[in-house]
């Protein structure tokens, strides 16, 4: 085996768990056709070159310099859920999951997040 360049293959689950999501997120992002196209398949699952993955996570804001104004959007959510709120608590799950890419494309969630805050006593 000399001469051979090991490869950094991952799958759904390797995503999830190196760009800090749930596995979830990942296989929506997937069954959404966000990924990029599978460069091959491992007993059937589709699977990518990390450096593939890597370069779309910062091409779509989900690593690198789009990052720090996520970071302030989980401050503002984590702000919220440390209110003794359910109903407030329930509304951020939309925020969660807009923050993680799951659901909402491109939406902006902080507007919705800050007034939901306001409004609590």
């Known amino acids: ?46 699977c990518w070159r990390w450096s593939r993955i890597e370069t779309w996570a910062a091409d779509t804001g989900r690593i690198g310099p789009r990052m720090p104004g996520r970071v302030r959007q989980m401050e503002i959510l984590i702000q919220a859920l440390q ?7 329930e509304e951020m799950e939309d925020a969660i999951d807009c923050l993680c890419g799951y659901g909402f494309g ?16």
């Open 106 to 121: 491109d939406m902006d969630p902080v507007p919705a997040m800050r007034a939901a805050l306001e409004a609590q006593p």
């Open 1 to 46: 085996m000399s001469g051979e360049v090991p490869l950094d293959v991952v799958g759904v689950k390797e995503i999830a768990r190196r760009l800090n999501v749930r596995p979830q997120t990942a296989a929506a992002w997937k069954h959404r056709k966000l990924l990029p196209d599978p460069e091959g398949y491992v007993s059937g699952a589709p």
């Open 83 to 89: 209110k003794d709120n359910q109903r407030l608590r």
